[in-house]
């Protein structure tokens, strides 16, 4: 067992060591090692997947994805992250925000990796950027009236042009074709458990 661990925490620090030195094709293979390797080490799956959907001309080359895929994969390694280490906040971003640089994302679970978010500390302004792209995230699904619910949560000048942008692109779209569901409230997800 201890030349397994030996050599999982060395293929980890090769790849680090290459990602850092504009090595990223095979930065990606060892970071994909060492995930095989050590499947329940939460920062594996991050590193392999930041690397993966930042650097994705060298992931095509190796693994001979199109962007689509890339992005579909990266998003995995995020959740895989995110799953394992479900205090990280960092890793609970990156697996939310990966949705919002997709061609064809799955809004709805967009927009559960946002509310995910809104369980962590953090300060009121970065607070009100995630009521803001949830407020994205409803608009793309049609979910008018819980959009304007967290357009209205937006009060720091500091998100006043992104809560200008959600208010005329809500003013500017069309009736929705499909009844929104119950609007989810800050009450209600500060009611709910927070990340283990």
């Not at 997947?49 to 650097?55: M, P």
């Amino acid at each position: 067992m201890r030349p397994i661990r030996v050599w999982r925490s060395l293929t980890y620090n090769l790849g680090e060591h290459y990602s850092h030195h504009g090595h990223t094709a095979l930065a990606l293979t060892l970071f994909d090692k060492a995930r095989a390797l050590s499947p329940d080490t939460a920062v594996f799956h991050y590193n392999w997947a930041t690397v993966c959907s930042l650097f994705r001309v060298d992931a095509q080359r190796v693994y001979g994805w199109d962007n689509d895929e890339i992005f579909r994969r990266s998003l995995s390694g995020f959740r895989q992250a995110r799953d394992l280490a479900p205090q990280n906040y960092t890793y609970a971003d990156a697996y939310a925000s990966t949705f919002m640089v997709m061609a064809h994302p799955d809004w709805e679970a967009a927009r559960q990796a946002w509310l995910y978010c809104l369980k962590f500390p953090m300060s009121e302004v970065e607070r009100e950027f995630i009521y803001g792209r949830i407020s994205r995230v409803c608009l793309h699904q049609e979910h008018y009236t819980e959009a304007q619910h967290w357009i209205d949560q937006m009060t720091a000048p500091q998100v006043a042009s992104m809560r200008e942008a959600l208010r005329r692109k809500l003013v500017a779209l069309p009736t929705p074709t499909t009844p929104p569901p119950p609007v989810v409230t800050i009450s209600s997800v500060a009611a709910t458990a927070t990340p283990r």
